[in-house]
């Protein structure tokens, strides 16, 4: 279900801009890069604290 929240706003920001004659602030693929720069350190955030919680443990 959150996919398709997702995508539903995601289209929906893209008609908006469509609408306004608006250009995305970046290019496609650096928007992509910083989508995947955000993914992953949203997986290390947890794989750090775990690393930590074991070195104090």
Known sequence: MNYLI???I???VGLLYGA???RSPAP???ALVG???MLAGEQLWPMGR???AGWFA
């Open 35 to 37: 989508l995947l720069g």
């Open 10 to 12: 995601g289209l929906g």
């Open 28 to 30: 496609p693929a650096i």
């Open 6 to 8: 997702s995508l539903a």
């Open 50 to 52: 775990q690393l930590i």
């Open 20 to 22: 306004l004659d608006f």
